[in-house]
């Protein structure tokens, strides 16, 4: 297993900053890892351990920060859940370029908003702490910061401008999931206390088959301290799928 950088110019011309996580031997299929709202590429470690789970299972990893987190350009304040669709759209266009033959998506919060936005033609899902309802749900976090108007802040210092709220309104992500045709394997924590199960189970209900539900008992919006159970299920997924 090797890892590198790499990097692309989204459609706004900002340099998105990723790394690619390589099996011992070549493959075609791969893994695309979509990160949440205001965080990293890395997610808390999660990422980074489960890009080198996949590559020990024979798949290619990739994770990237969108504009205006980590390492990539851009302005956080300034982002819409169009533009970060559109930053997951260029990186996915990436992956294939890269010679992946099979190409699957790994989803973490808010990540699963920007998938379901894209509706990606991939073959195959996980998505983890799913949201159904986004507005309402990254709304609740900035609690009496949220100035729809103005500017917004929430803990981390996340900040999120006035484009940000009308833009996420217009998308109906139920709608969207229901387009979705690859398998989907939804996994959520039932003590999140940030998107509630209930977000889940809403987009579950209107996905297509082929479809499965994993709830880890207990573990929080992070899937802790069940995240070896995830690791597991998503490898078993993709190697099911892909």
Excluded at 22 to 32: G, R
Excluded at 154 to 178: E, K, N, Q, Y
Excluded at 186 to 209: N, R
Aim: charged fraction near 25%; include cysteine.
């Amino acid at each position: 297993m090797r890892e590198r950088k790499v990097a692309i110019r989204n459609a706004s011309g900002e340099r998105l900053v990723g790394l690619e996580t390589l099996p011992a031997a070549p493959s075609v299929k791969a893994v695309l890892l979509v990160h949440g709202f205001g965080v990293t590429k890395s997610e808390y470690g999660m990422f980074d351990t489960l890009a080198a789970h996949l590559a020990e299972a024979g798949f290619t990893a990739f994770r990237f920060d969108f504009s205006g987190c980590g390492e990539s350009d851009g302005d956080y304040v300034g982002t819409t859940l169009s533009k970060q669709r559109d930053d997951l759209r260029d990186m996915l266009s990436f992956v294939r370029e890269r010679g992946a033959g099979k190409v699957g998506i790994l989803a973490q919060s808010f990540g699963t908003a920007v998938t379901l936005a894209l509706s990606p033609e991939v073959d195959a899902m996980v998505l983890m702490g799913s949201i159904a309802h986004p507005k309402e749900v990254i709304a609740a976090l900035f609690g009496k910061e949220y100035h729809p108007e103005g500017v917004s802040a929430a803990r981390r210092s996340t900040r999120l401008g006035p484009r940000f709220w009308p833009d996420i309104a217009r998308l109906d992500l139920i709608a969207c999931v229901a387009r979705i045709q690859c398998p989907k394997l939804f996994i959520h924590g039932s003590a999140d206390d940030i998107v509630p199960l209930g977000e889940m189970e809403a987009l579950f209900t209107a996905a297509p088959e082929p479809k499965e539900r994993l709830i880890l008992e207990g573990a929080d919006h992070g899937l802790r301290p069940k995240r070896e159970e995830m690791y597991r299920a998503a490898e078993q997924w993709f190697t099911r799928w892909l």
